[in-house]
């Protein structure tokens, strides 16, 4: 299933952090489902339908909003929006950024797909910092979750093999990550350095190695099936390993 070269994508390393069986399921699940047609959102799992619809507004938030913030007008929502707290506690988040620095306020990329080879992934945004040709990876989450920290830091590592791209002519340093819970409102960020980038690398090639290991495919020790989230809960509960 995999090869010594394979390429390891942002979800797929999440995956393992999370448990070795949902990668080697999700990996396997998803080279069938590309060589599928298309399928509707319609078809996902309802929590995977409003977590891409809450996606979906982020991603063209800026798009669709940037004027009017830029001019001082609060942008209008639906009736239906109007009731979506989280979306207007966004909005009051964004107004303040622009308000604290206009100059750094709009994202020089939103889901830019990056690929080194070795490496995938597709960064919520891409925002400037004050320092000349450095930036920050901001990610959007629900709710706080145990590898999120692990989830930026491979995009810092991703984005710092990849650079210089077209997409980004001005950037040649990742120095933050970053990350805002669209629940709470919250927005957390952290200085980072290439030591620690370096470091990261190195951490993820190491599970890449391991993933080569067919002795370390394993479940995860404790695991409420009727509870758990995990979308392929399906099949592995079926799996019996040796």
């Known amino acids: 299933m995999l090869e010594n070269d394979f390429q390891l994508s942002k979800t797929?390393?999440?995956?393992?952090l999370q448990c070795p069986m949902l990668f080697y399921l999700t990996?396997?699940?998803?080279?069938?489902?590309?060589?599928?047609?298309?399928?509707s959102p319609s078809d996902y799992e309802s929590f995977l339908q409003k977590g891409m619809e809450k996606h979906r507004w982020l991603q063209c938030f800026y798009q669709k909003y940037a004027v009017n913030i830029q001019n001082g007008v609060y942008p209008q929502l639906s009736e239906k929006e109007k009731n979506e707290y989280w979306k207007k506690q966004f909005i009051e988040h964004e107004i303040n950024r622009y308000n604290t620095n206009p100059l750094l306020w709009e994202p020089i990329a939103v889901e830019l797909y990056l690929s080194n080879g070795k490496y995938c992934g597709k960064p919520d945004r891409i925002d400037p910092l004050k320092e000349k040709g450095h930036c920050r990876v901001v990610e959007y989450k629900?709710?706080?979750?145990?590898?999120?920290?692990?989830?930026?830091?491979?995009?810092?590592?991703?984005?710092?093999?990849?650079?210089?791209?077209?997409?980004?002519?001005?950037?040649?340093?990742?120095?933050?990550?970053?990350?805002?819970?669209?629940?709470?409102?919250?927005?957390?960020?952290?200085?980072?350095?290439?030591?620690i980038i370096t470091i990261f690398k190195d951490y993820i090639e190491d599970i890449r190695n391991d993933m080569l290991d067919l002795d370390l495919i394993k479940k995860k020790k404790k695991c409420d099936f009727d509870r758990t989230s995990c979308i392929e809960r399906e099949i592995c509960k079926r799996i019996v390993l040796g």
């Not at 797929?12 to 393992?16: M, Q, R, S, W």
């Not at 396997?28 to 298309?38: Q, Y």
């Not at 120095?175 to 669209?182: F, L």
Request: charge should be negative.
């Open 12 to 16: 797929e390393f999440v995956a393992y």
């Open 142 to 195: 629900s709710l706080p979750r145990e590898f999120d920290e692990e989830e930026l830091l491979f995009y810092a590592v991703l984005l710092t093999e990849v650079l210089p791209v077209n997409e980004l002519p001005n950037i040649a340093q990742v120095s933050e990550i970053g990350i805002y819970y669209y629940t709470s409102g919250e927005f957390f960020q952290a200085k980072i350095t290439p030591e």
């Open 27 to 39: 990996r396997e699940l998803n080279k069938r489902f590309n060589s599928l047609p298309p399928i």
